[in-house]
């Protein structure tokens, strides 16, 4: 049992191949038409491809001015590339605590964390379950701050009738091959900012100020100029092509994703010590991890369940290990006085075996080794 399949059909292989055959094989008519669905489906102005989620979380940083000296609010509870692209920047990540039920950045812990310095708030859509946009856009406003969104698991997610990353000034999506869609690798910058859109399609592309295509077919191809020592993000045609491919279904891929979802609910809720994903709030979650909780009462802890179930032949995993206990963030730690709970979910969490196209008999699998283990 894999904890993760990646599904990639007969339709996604001929895109691919198709692209092949481009005179432009980067930065040409296909990442175009990527971003222009793209924008359509989250309903934002621009969508910028980039090479992946890090990358965009760089540059809209970049975007909104972020340096040396600036803070960063993000949750503790998060993939390193969160933590690392603040760093890049120069500026300091200051790792806030999640609510333990939604395990989304916490609101509270956002307030208790602002200070002269803070000039972001970088909430992480976890799991596929959008924020408490509301609350955080109010904290931003009175606070004059700027939201960037991290979407890396949420390609599909919505609140209020809004795809998410369309609250703030930017939000940054993944198309790592684990995410609701894959262009293998891959990311995507979405606002409804000129500024920002400019700023990253120049800065993304080594900052010159023409395309590709635009200069080779409109004037001089070396006639460009240099604005900025930008940088090499960008995303090529075959990526683009898997990603249009793979976008056309997104829908289906989520409801595939909301019925195994439900299923290990309807099966795991009944175990005693187990603590199944909360209902969302949300108008759509993009279900993108199905993460359960092990309680005392369970009988085994976390870490034996890992193993047992690895013995069965079924892979889990954790998503994810606290930032602040990276060796390398360690240096930020007055920031870290009051994170309990992400030090009290991580020693609880596991990630189970969760994909579309995952069978009710591969979940049965896992659901009798979860029920048998503690035995």
């Excluded at 890090?54 to 809209?60: D, E, V, W």
């Excluded at 969160?82 to 890049?88: D, G, L």
């Excluded at 002269?116 to 909430?123: D, E, G």
Aim: aromatic share 10%.
């Amino acid at each position: 049992m894999p904890f993760f399949s990646p599904w990639v059909t007969n339709s996604d292989r001929k895109a691919v191949m198709d692209a092949l055959h481009s005179t432009f094989l980067t930065d040409g008519p296909k990442l175009r038409q990527f971003e222009s669905d793209f924008a359509k489906f989250t309903g934002t102005r621009y969508a910028i491809g980039v090479s992946n989620a890090t990358s965009a979380l760089f540059l809209s940083l970049k975007a909104c001015g972020i340096g040396k000296g600036d803070e960063v609010i993000l949750p503790d509870l998060t993939f390193v590339a969160t933590a690392n692209a603040v760093v890049h920047t120069g500026a300091t990540p200051v790792f806030t605590d999640v609510d333990k039920e939604e395990m989304n950045i916490s609101i509270n812990s956002i307030k208790n964390n602002i200070t002269k310095k803070t000039k972001v708030i970088l909430p992480v859509h976890f799991a596929g379950r959008a924020c408490n946009m509301k609350e955080i856009i109010k904290i931003a406003k009175s606070n004059n701050l700027m939201v960037i969104e991290d979407c890396a698991h949420a390609i599909g997610a919505t609140s209020q009738k809004k795809h998410v990353g369309t609250f703030g000034d930017a939000g940054c999506f993944s198309f790592y091959p684990t995410k609701n869609i894959t262009t293998v690798e891959g990311g995507m910058i979405i606002t409804n900012s000129k500024k920002i859109a400019e700023y990253v399609n120049m800065a993304r592309n080594h900052g010159i100020t023409k395309s590709l295509i635009q200069r080779y077919t409109h004037g001089k191809p070396w006639d460009y100029d240099v604005v900025e020592s930008g940088y090499n993000f960008r995303l090529d045609e075959i990526r683009s092509s898997l990603g249009i491919s793979q976008l056309k279904r997104i829908r289906k891929l989520n409801f595939m994703r909301k019925k195994a979802h439900d299923y290990y609910n309807s099966k795991l809720s009944k175990i005693k010590g187990v603590i199944t994903p909360v209902s969302s709030r949300v108008d759509h979650n993009a279900y993108h991890l199905y993460i359960i909780r092990i309680e005392k009462e369970y009988g085994i802890n976390r870490d034996e369940l890992f193993r047992r179930l690895l013995e069965r032949g079924i892979s889990t995993s954790v998503h994810y290990k606290p930032l602040h206990q990276f060796t390398v963030f360690r240096k930020f730690k007055n920031h870290t006085d009051n994170l309990k709970n992400t030090i009290a979910l991580y020693s609880e969490m596991i990630s189970l075996p969760f994909y579309p196209n995952i069978t009710r008999n591969e979940q049965d699998i896992v659901i009798k080794g979860i029920q048998e283990s503690s035995s």
